[in-house]
């Protein structure tokens, strides 16, 4: 009697999944430097199929690749967060992706009867949100 052998294509998440990211503790443009790596974590599971390939809390590492501190004269201060692996299940993936976050609004105060302009500083804090996308499959 011949004997069924049952066959499993290999399943992976496909590269380009969108997958929603917070920063895992607060990075702000007054703090960082051109190069510095900075940890994210993933807001939701991340599901393929029904089964869960990136769990909640997977770490996510960026680098900050453009940086202006709080400026005079209104401008704010900005930076951007290139994002660059994943780890899922001990092991790392690439992943692709950058997020920009901006100073908001311009603080006026008045000293000695002059008036001073300066910009905010850009923070991101826990909580607040970037999407990032895996630059290749991630087999499960």
Same mark, same amino acid.
């Given at each position: 009697?011949?004997?069924?052998?049952?066959?499993?294509?290999?399943?992976?998440?496909?590269?380009?999944?969108?997958?929603?990211?917070?920063?895992?503790? !607060?990075?702000?443009?007054? #703090? &960082?430097?051109? *190069?510095? @790596?900075?940890?994210?974590?993933?807001?939701?599971?991340?599901?393929? /199929?029904?089964?869960?390939?990136?769990?909640?809390?997977?770490?996510?590492?960026?680098?900050?690749?453009?940086?202006?501190?709080?400026?005079?004269?209104?401008?704010?201060?900005?930076? !951007?967060?290139?994002?660059? #692996? &994943?780890?899922? *299940?001990? @092991?790392?993936?690439?992943?692709?992706?950058?997020?920009?976050?901006? /100073?908001?609004?311009?603080?006026?105060?008045?000293?000695?009867?002059?008036?001073?302009?300066?910009?905010?500083?850009?923070?991101?804090?826990?909580?607040?949100?970037?999407?990032?996308?895996?630059?290749?499959?991630?087999?499960?």
């Amino acid at each position: 009697m011949p004997v069924a052998v049952a066959q499993t294509a290999a399943k992976a998440l496909p590269a380009n999944t969108m997958v929603q990211l917070t920063p895992e503790a !607060e990075i702000s443009s007054k #703090k &960082i430097n051109l *190069g510095d @790596k900075v940890g994210f974590a993933v807001v939701n599971d991340v599901t393929d /199929g029904g089964q869960v390939v990136i769990p909640r809390g997977s770490h996510v590492e960026g680098a900050i690749t453009f940086k202006t501190g709080k400026a005079i004269g209104g401008k704010s201060g900005k930076f !951007e967060v290139t994002f660059e #692996k &994943i780890t899922v *299940g001990g @092991k790392t993936y690439a992943m692709k992706g950058t997020h920009r976050q901006e /100073g908001k609004g311009n603080t006026v105060a008045a000293v000695f009867g002059s008036m001073l302009v300066s910009g905010r500083s850009a923070v991101m804090l826990p909580g607040d949100f970037a999407n990032a996308f895996t630059n290749e499959p991630i087999p499960y």
